[in-house]
């Protein structure tokens, strides 16, 4: 019991301590934008379906529009 207890009290200290590493992490632009909006699942789902049934032609010349700039970024200095 006296276990049980010191561990309890170990978890609530080390859940009130700050850590100045992660918040430093997190520039002060981005903690300032607001949070990101919930969508309902069925509207995502929807987005989905719609890219799911773009035309292939269209999904290629994408993908081959981004690896001719991957291959740019690669050989850039």
Known sequence: ??????????????????????????SADVRSLPFPTIQPLDDLIAQASR?????????????ATLRTRAAALRSAP
Do not use: K, W
């Open 1 to 26: 019991m006296p276990r049980l207890l010191f561990a309890l009290s170990l978890t609530l200290i080390a859940g009130c301590t700050t850590f100045p590493e992660l918040d430093a992490a997190v």
């Open 51 to 63: 890219l799911r049934s773009a035309a292939p032609a269209t999904l290629q010349a994408r993908s």
